[in-house]
């Protein structure tokens, strides 16, 4: 598993690109990975594009959770409201 | 104010089973393609294709959002109103998705061993920012009672709120240092900083999440306006 490199590194290294750079305002660490970052780091970071996908999966789950039950609401509010319809019997 | 009825019908279903089959070869294509390897970023590269198009889809929202809500205040129309409110609450959601998705990114590729989850990254930070001027748009919403008078005055506030997006996420980042591409001039569709072989799954990409979006929105407005007619008819 490779460590972070410093920015002299990344920039100078052949076929460098623009995104291929840091933040100069932090700097760069050089701490062993731990807890979490030993999976995410695994398979070149190919985990953390996993992470991100399941985010915005989530995302778009918990709206069709709220849909879901905005759309229950009506259709309580309908039953309600209109008198019994007797095509149950004959489905 | 009156309601019109938009029609969702065949064409209506063909288009959203195009998204549906769109943002699956989007997802394949990003991670199959193979793509140049570059320090520090690695495969995380592929990011690319889903936290960015969050931001397009967002402004996508906020654009819509702020059309409607000058065409209330054109013509206090009932539908306006509600294609306003429903198209700012799923830029909510790709605003807090691509807020959130950019967190976890910048926590396992550049700051790894730092256990920072924020690093006031400006263009972060103003994205942060501009959420909060969203968010204040619902607050401002549920403060009002009066339909008409709530969909004035939001209307109005949302025409302000949508003027502060392009300077928030896309003039005063690139003024400043930034993990973020532009500081060095204009990202937008450079020839040099993206590879060839990514623009053919980024474009896709963006254009896919902006139909996502669309389809949410759309499926929020017939919520709505199904509610509303029930409301109506008390």
């Known amino acids: ?91 | 104010m009156s309601t019109a009825r938009p029609v969702y019908g065949q064409a209506y279903r063909v288009i959203t089973a195009v998204i549906a089959l769109w943002m699956t070869a989007v997802i394949l294509a990003g991670f199959l393609l193979a793509i140049p390897r570059l320090h520090i970023v690695e495969e995380s590269a592929r990011n690319l294709y889903f936290h960015v198009p969050m931001w397009f889809a967002m402004m996508s929202g906020m654009l819509v959002s702020a059309f409607y809500s000058a065409r209330f205040l054109a013509k206090a129309r009932v539908i306006y109103d509600v294609r306003a409110e429903q198209a700012a609450l799923v830029a909510v959601l790709f605003g807090v998705l691509g807020l959130i998705t950019g967190m976890v990114w910048a926590r396992f590729t550049w700051y790894v061993g730092t256990g920072k989850w924020w690093n006031f990254d400006p263009k972060q930070s103003m994205a942060a920012v501009e959420l909060l001027i969203l968010g204040a748009y619902f607050v401002l919403r549920s403060s009002i009672d009066e339909p008409r008078r709530r969909g004035r005055i939001a209307a109005v506030y949302n025409l302000f709120a949508v003027v502060t997006a392009p300077f928030l996420l896309y003039v005063l980042p690139r003024q400043m240092q930034s993990l973020h591409p532009g500081g060095e001039g204009s990202p937008a569709f450079s020839q040099t900083d993206l590879a060839p072989i990514m623009r053919v799954v980024f474009y896709p990409a963006v254009i896919g999440f902006i139909a996502l979006f669309w389809w949410i929105y759309t499926q929020r407005v017939r919520l709505r306006l199904a509610e509303r007619r029930l409301e109506e008819t008390v």
């Open chain 1, 1 to 91: 598993m490779q460590l972070p490199i410093t920015p002299t590194d990344s920039t100078d290294a052949p076929g460098a690109a623009v995104y291929d750079s840091v933040w100069v305002g932090t700097e760069i660490p050089d701490a062993p990975p731990v807890g979490l970052e030993t999976v995410m780091l695994q398979q070149d970071k190919l985990y953390v594009v996993l992470a991100v996908v399941l985010i915005i999966w989530f995302g778009v789950v918990f709206f069709l959770f709220r849909t879901d039950r905005r759309l229950a609401q009506l259709e309580k509010t309908i039953d309600a409201r209109l008198p019994e319809r007797d095509d149950e019997v004959t489905a």
